[in-house]
Structure formats: structure tokens, C-alpha cells
């Protein structure tokens, strides 16, 4: 069973940049595929980058293209999205997953780091 757990969110100005570790225990990178979802208060889960074990990125939400990236470090088992030009709708709860051999069915999810922009 993979072990993820999340660090880096925060409180930040409309236009300010956050960087969300994963850290990742139990697995080897070459059977998973790794990503980030969020939810917003009333909203449902929606994801929002999501790559391969071998660093390929397969998805990015299109309201975060061009400020938001996604990527790894195998070395250190971790996962990073990088948020540059926040905005208040980016306020949520984000949550780094793993699914082993990509498979949606077979996704563990870490406790989620809360991102909070203010106007």
C-alpha cells in the first residue's frame, strides 16, 4: 500500500506562487502514475495534473495551463506541483495521489494540504 504524504500548502495574495510536496512511501515510480486533484469547498473532486512514473505529463487542467506544474523526483520518491499566479478560485484543498499501474481503480490518496488565495 503506498504512504503519500503532502506539505507545502498555505495562505497566499491573489498573484503569489506555492510549491506542494508529495512524499511517497511503498512504491516503485515504473508501476504508477502520480497526480494532484483538488476540492473546493461545495465543488467536487476535480483533478488537476497528473504524469507517469517515467515523468511523461498526461493532464493538465486547463484554468491552471501555464501556472501550475507538475513534476518528480524518483530519487527522493516526490511528487511537486509548483503554483505560480494564484487566484482565489485556486483556493481548495489539494491532494497528491498514486495509481498503481495507472488504473484509476487502484488509486491511494494522501490527506490533502489546504491552498488558501486571497484577493
Not at 507538475?70 to 478560485?89: M, T, V
Not at 498514486?98 to 481503480?105: E, G, V, W
Request: glycine share 10%; net charge neutral; charged share 20%.
Amino acid at each position: 500500500q503506498v504512504q503519500l504524504v503532502e506539505s507545502g500548502g498555505g495562505s497566499v495574495q491573489a498573484g503569489g506562487s506555492l510549491r506542494l510536496s508529495c512524499v511517497a512511501s511503498g512504491y516503485n515510480p515504473d508501476q504508477y502514475c502520480m497526480g494532484w486533484f483538488r476540492q473546493a469547498p461545495g465543488e467536487e473532486r476535480e483533478l488537476v495534473a497528473r504524469m507517469t512514473g517515467r515523468g511523461d505529463v498526461l493532464y493538465i487542467l486547463d484554468s491552471v495551463k501555464g501556472r501550475f506544474t507538475i513534476s518528480q523526483d524518483n530519487a527522493k520518491n516526490s511528487l511537486y506541483l509548483q503554483l505560480n499566479s494564484l487566484k482565489p478560485e485556486d483556493t481548495a484543498m489539494y491532494y497528491c495521489t498514486a495509481d498503481h499501474m495507472c488504473l484509476a481503480s487502484r488509486r491511494s490518496w494522501g490527506q490533502g494540504t489546504q491552498v488558501t488565495v486571497s484577493s
